[in-house]
């Protein structure tokens, strides 16, 4: 399905993020966000478009999104692409005029040159409980989660 838009932003995108951040809100006692009528609202009009695609650096980082997504949000399907070049594909469909995706997750570093170009769009993150200090690029981004990457090896083989 093409979608010409000028943002990157849509219902179903933001509704992605609800559930993402909801994970992170469970933890930090911000539960308020899953019942509150503009989460609702957004979820009957997600339902409506049907499907999400979200684009990210790595399989093991989205590969768990569509089951987890579903559990809170019935009846849309999560559709992902994991590529180190997302960023690169992102700016050359905006430049085309169009996209395939409506969710972006991705590094600090993959974030910058899509803001640097206008490609993200707004969001009001505190209804997500995100912190103000977690929003980034007058509004258009913000941080949900931190990932540590490590290597583990057996020091006798």
Same mark, same amino acid.
């Given at each position: 399905?093409?979608r010409?838009?000028?943002? =990157? @932003? ?12 909801? +994970?992170? @809100?469970?933890?930090?006692?911000? $539960?308020?966000?899953? +019942? @509150?009528?503009?989460? %609702? #609202?957004?979820?009957? %009009? /997600? %339902? /409506? ?6 684009? $990210? ?25 994991a ?13 085309? $005029? *169009?996209? +395939?995706?409506? +969710?972006?997750?991705f @590094?600090? &570093? &993959?974030?910058?040159? =899509?803001?640097? *170009? ?6 009001d993150? &505190? ?10 690029? #007058?509004? #258009?981004? /913000?941080?949900?989660? #931190? ?11």
């Amino acid at each position: 399905m093409q979608r010409t838009i000028r943002h =990157l @932003s849509m219902m179903v995108g933001v509704l992605i993020l609800v559930a993402l951040i909801g +994970t992170a @809100s469970v933890v930090t006692g911000q $539960g308020s966000w899953a +019942t @509150s009528p503009a989460v %609702k #609202n957004l979820y009957e %009009k /997600a %339902k /409506a478009e049907g499907q999400v695609v979200i684009w $990210g650096p790595n399989d093991q980082e989205l590969d768990w999104i569509p089951r987890a997504f579903n559990k809170r949000f019935p009846g849309i399907e999560v559709k992902f692409t994991a590529d180190l070049a997302a960023v690169t594909k992102l700016v050359a469909e905006y430049r085309a $005029g *169009r996209h +395939t995706v409506d +969710t972006f997750i991705f @590094s600090l &570093g &993959g974030m910058m040159p =899509l803001a640097e *170009r206008g490609i993200l769009g707004p969001n009001d993150w &505190g209804l997500f409980g995100v912190l103000p200090e977690d929003v980034f690029f #007058n509004g #258009n981004a /913000a941080a949900t989660h #931190n990932l540590l990457y490590a290597v583990i090896y057996n020091t006798d083989k």
